[in-house]
């Protein structure tokens, strides 16, 4: 009997297990079909224009996405900030263009998103000359960290989602981050489907990159910020952002670059 009790056991675990993501899958589609909330559509209208530019159908899409992020991912204030709704869609409303193209999950490894009413210092260990340690304090508008939480600041996320034409946006930085750190550190390659695909990413990457450093030395102009030259990581959520709020001068200057991240987003944000 003790033996026939563990294998029910255990065949009951294994049903739940293999259960599991119809469940989920099924849950998501309910809440997605939810109907979208009047008062969050005027919160959109007024704090997010961004939204405004996509087609109908990918408005539509956004929508649900959104429904299902603030069901999932909690967003706590720090430092004495109450989360209101304002920040709620305003922060899933970027966060969910990112998914818009392809059926990636609403990142699975995200528990939290933790808000700060502004700029947060963060300590963390920096290796010294002669291999001392020491601790290393900055000031940040929003990091992602691959333990399963984005940190950001809400000035600065409200200020990039009123100004969706000057190609910085720390809610869409961070967000890539996160795809980006979806099964191991950020490295600016996210998830590709091929070989063939990570070898084109990494050439058209590495090329732009090098590009960057080249017109940084020369002390040229250029539509990528110079923050994108200090890591492959910072690279690909920088010119992240660029691909969502200035798509049509990034295509006709990056080409390469576009067609790759349209590629991967399975987006063509610049026929918008």
């Known amino acids: 009997m003790p033996l026939l009790i563990c294998f029910l056991l255990a065949l009951l675990a ?20 939810r109907p979208f ?4 559509r005027r919160l959109l209208r007024r704090h997010v224009p961004l939204v405004a530019r996509l087609p109908a159908r ?32 305003t922060i899933a409303a970027l966060a969910c263009l990112p998914l818009l193209g392809a059926a990636r999950g609403v990142y699975p ?5 933790l808000l700060y009413p502004g700029a947060f210092v963060v300590e963390r260990p920096v290796s010294e000359a002669g291999g001392v340690l020491s601790e290393q ?18 000035d600065e996320v409200r200020r990039g989602a009123a100004t969706p034409g000057d190609g910085h ?18 490295n600016g390659a996210p998830a590709l489907p091929t070989a063939a695909a990570y070898r084109r990413w990494s050439t058209v990457m590495q090329s732009e990159f090098d590009a960057l450093h080249w017109r940084l030395a020369r002390g ?10 200090t890591a492959p990581a910072e690279f690909f959520a920088v010119v992240s952002e660029l691909f969502f709020e200035r798509p049509v001068e990034l295509a006709a200057g990056h080409p390469a670059l576009y ?10 944000p610049a026929s918008w």
């Open 259 to 268: 067609a790759e991240l349209s590629g991967y987003y399975r987006l063509d």
């Open 37 to 40: 909330p009047q008062a969050w």
């Open 220 to 229: 040229e102009p250029g539509l990528i910020d110079a923050y994108a030259a």
């Open 169 to 186: 946006n720390v809610v869409i930085h961070e967000f890539a981050h996160q795809l980006d750190q979806a099964g191991g550190p950020a």
């Open 137 to 154: 304090r900055r000031v940040l508008a929003g990091e992602s960290w691959s333990q399963g939480q984005v940190l950001l600041a809400w």
């Open 109 to 113: 490894e995200l528990r939290q998103v």
């Open 58 to 89: 990918q408005q539509l899409r956004l929508k649900g996405l959104m429904q299902v992020f603030l069901a999932e991912k909690p967003i706590i204030g720090c430092r004495g900030l109450r989360v209101t709704d304002e920040m709620r869609v």
């Open 14 to 33: 294994a049903a739940a297990v293999a259960l599991w993501p119809l469940w989920v899958r099924r849950r998501r589609t309910r809440i997605a079909g």
